[in-house]
């Protein structure tokens, strides 16, 4: 599985933001939208990640105040990144190795969309579901062999 694949089921819902705009704007957005992050692109190019992770550190900085901060100063300035074609295994390991919960897709410099750890948890235990029922189906039909019963249900 790739991540084409998540970004197909989930959809190509973007939420930007600049990086010079204040956190309080940032802020809105995300509680608004219910998002636990936003992409920063300038100049049509991806320079950072805001996950709610920056933003509470930012808040604890500045004394529990988001005060006159902006989105430049608290950003992910080098967030991981994946293209849609890279596996989900990958992107897994990835993702825990530097605890990230949100990862930018691009393809090329194009953004792509956004995928989430909770996005990558839920393919990999959709696909397992399916590979679990097409095993169960075919246990299930396996051929007898001559002379041999068949197993009642209990």
Request: net charge negative.
């Amino acid at each position: 599985m790739k991540v084409v694949d998540i970004l197909r089921v989930k959809g190509g819902t973007l939420f930007t933001v600049s990086p010079d705009e204040p956190l309080k704007e940032s802020l809105d957005v995300m509680a608004e939208r219910d998002i636990g992050s936003l992409v920063v692109m300038e100049h049509g190019d991806l320079v950072g990640m805001l996950t709610f992770r920056e933003v509470i550190q930012a808040v604890v900085k500045n004394g529990g105040s988001v005060g006159t901060t902006i989105v430049r100063t608290v950003m992910d300035d080098a967030p991981l990144t994946c293209t849609p074609e890279t596996e989900i295994d990958e992107v897994r390991r990835m993702m825990l190795g530097r605890h990230a919960r949100y990862m930018p897709v691009l393809n090329g410099r194009t953004l792509m969309g956004v995928i989430s750890f909770y996005d990558v948890a839920k393919a990999v235990v959709d696909s397992q579901d399916f590979e679990n029922r097409m095993l169960k189906a075919y246990i299930r039909d396996w051929p007898l062999e001559e002379g041999a019963e068949q197993p009642s249900a209990s």
